[in-house]
Each structure stands twice: as structure tokens, then as C-alpha cells.
């Protein structure tokens, strides 16, 4: 009884937002794109398998869906959030659509599973296996914390903060200082070979972030580079985040 309650609850929710697949991304996710290969169906009989081909950007997810034992195509669209992964399937000619809203994906980014709603008010089921091309966790990013724009002067010698935050199903505590890297460059070695970098609460939210030191004179950037990236491990889990730079000086 309570496994109905939940899943009438989720589609009351699917009917109310399934119109608004806008990308709600605010924190840590998966990157989904891949292929991605699974079964579906009404709740109780995941009947139907099916062939997501998936592309992400920036959490908005578009793909095509095909059934392997019925041959129309269809399209996907949706967001990844976090370890749940919002999306609607509708055929080629829009006669028919299917949620999940969400399906919850697994801690190493290779599965998914969860319930949604068809064109007529049924409860449907899914679940996929994949192997994303690119299976990393996206975290969030905020080069040299506190400034707007982030400018970087490429002919300082000094170095550039940069903080990765924590988030939903991501502790920015458990990074291996060794594995990152920001703009191609390494955290800078300060005396006796440590490396520069500390755990602070830098966005307020209680929560401790990463906050690495790099070299400037090593960063991998130009006069028209527009953002950065930083990547590494973090328990075992690969992860990389993005945000902007604003180059105020080049000396190449």
C-alpha cells in the first residue's frame, strides 16, 4: 500500500512539472552521456527493452530512444540533479510519452532506476544499464571564491584559489590533492613538498569545501579563454567542474 501511495504521489508530481523539462542542475551530478540499455514498462512488468543514446550539457540531457523489438525511434529530453535523472520519452509522432520523474542513478553513474507516468495516467517502471562515455561526477566550481568577474592577470606570479565545493552525494573532503588539476596545471608545492591547498566552508552552507592553490605561471590558459576546468579523484570517484575566468592580461 505504501509502495501505491508513493508512486501515485510521483505521478501527481510527474502531471504537474512533466511540461517544464528546463534543466534544474544546482549541484553535484552525473554525466549520463553514453548509450544507455534497458527495460521498461507499466509497474510489475518491464516488458519492453529499450536503447537510450544520450547527450549532456551542462545537466540538460537530449538523446534518441528506440525499443529493440519495435523499430519507431523517439527522443528523450530531461536533466540530470544530483544522483536523479528527470526525463521524457516521446515517439517520433508525438502520440505517445513516458516520464521518469525521477529515475534515482547509482553511485558509480553505470545504472538507473525509478517510476514515472505515460500519455494514460499509468504508472510505469524503468531501469538502464550504461556505460557513459564520459562517467564522471560534475561537481560545482567557484574560481578565486568571492569575485565577480573571476579575472586572472596570466603575467602574475602569484596563484589562483580555486574551491570545489560539496554538495548533495558529493564531500569535497575526500579529494586526493595528487589527482588535481586546473587549466592543465597541478596545486602548487609549497616548502617541504606540501601541497597548498585547505578545508573551509567557502558558499556559507556548512559544509566543508576544497579550496586548492594553483601556480599561475602554469595554468594552460590564453587571452581568449572564457572558463576553466578542474578535475581529480574523490573517493575512488572521478569529478570535474567548470566555471568562468576573465583573462585581464596575457604576456605570450
Not at 5 to 14: D, F
Not at 141 to 150: F, L, T, W
Not at 154 to 169: E, H, I, K, M, T
Request: hydrophobic content about 40%; overall charge negative.
Amino acid at each position: 500500500m505504501k509502495r501505491r501511495m508513493l508512486i501515485a504521489l510521483a505521478i501527481g508530481a510527474t502531471l504537474l512539472a512533466v511540461s517544464g523539462l528546463a534543466a534544474g542542475a544546482s549541484g553535484p551530478n552525473w554525466d549520463v552521456s553514453g548509450t544507455w540499455a534497458g527495460n521498461s514498462g507499466l509497474v510489475g512488468n518491464l516488458a519492453y527493452h529499450f536503447v537510450m543514446n544520450l547527450t549532456q550539457t551542462n545537466g540538460d540531457v537530449t538523446g534518441t530512444f528506440y525499443y529493440t523489438n519495435v523499430s519507431p525511434e523517439g527522443t528523450i529530453t530531461g536533466y540530470v540533479d544530483g544522483n536523479d535523472f528527470y526525463f521524457r520519452r516521446t515517439d517520433t509522432n508525438q502520440n505517445y510519452w513516458a516520464t521518469c520523474w525521477p529515475c534515482t542513478i547509482s553511485n558509480d553513474g553505470t545504472y538507473f532506476h525509478g517510476y514515472g507516468v505515460d500519455s494514460g495516467g499509468r504508472a510505469v517502471e524503468w531501469e538502464a544499464w550504461g556505460q557513459a562515455t564520459n562517467p564522471v561526477m560534475i561537481v560545482m566550481v567557484d574560481i578565486k571564491p568571492g569575485s565577480d568577474p573571476n579575472s586572472i592577470n596570466l603575467c602574475s606570479r602569484g596563484v589562483v584559489p580555486v574551491a570545489v565545493l560539496s554538495g548533495d552525494g558529493f564531500d569535497a573532503t575526500t579529494i586526493d590533492p595528487t589527482t588535481v588539476v586546473f587549466a592543465g596545471a597541478d596545486i602548487r608545492v609549497k616548502g617541504k613538498g606540501a601541497l597548498q591547498y585547505s578545508l573551509e566552508d567557502v558558499d556559507g552552507d556548512g559544509d566543508l569545501d576544497f579550496v586548492a592553490q594553483i601556480s599561475v605561471d602554469n595554468l594552460d590558459l590564453g587571452a581568449g579563454s572564457t572558463e576553466a576546468t578542474v578535475s581529480g579523484m574523490a573517493d575512488g570517484m572521478p569529478f570535474e567542474g567548470t566555471d568562468s575566468v576573465n583573462i585581464v592580461r596575457d604576456c605570450e
